[in-house]
């Protein structure tokens, strides 16, 4: 497990790892949160924060829909 843990925080001290076969799991996450309302994702990354010591996932190109189906302003 600690090999695993130096060999993650190596690859991302690189760069960011991405993750784009989960962002249709997180479009539909975020718009089973939303009520149903669509959302969609264009890109979907580990990143490591070194100002917070830690690892966050983040969504790029993020677009949320309103109850009409149009993109929310």
Request: overall charge negative; glycine content about 10%.
């Amino acid at each position: 497990m600690v090999a695993g843990c130096a060999i993650l925080a190596a690859r991302l001290a690189s760069g960011p790892l991405q993750l784009d076969v989960f962002k249709e799991e997180v479009a539909a996450g975020l718009s089973e949160a939303r009520g149903g309302r669509g959302a969609s994702i264009e890109a979907v990354s580990l990143e490591w924060e070194p100002s917070e010591r830690r690892m966050k996932v983040v969504a790029d190109g993020v677009v949320l829909d309103d109850e009409t189906g149009e993109p929310a302003a």
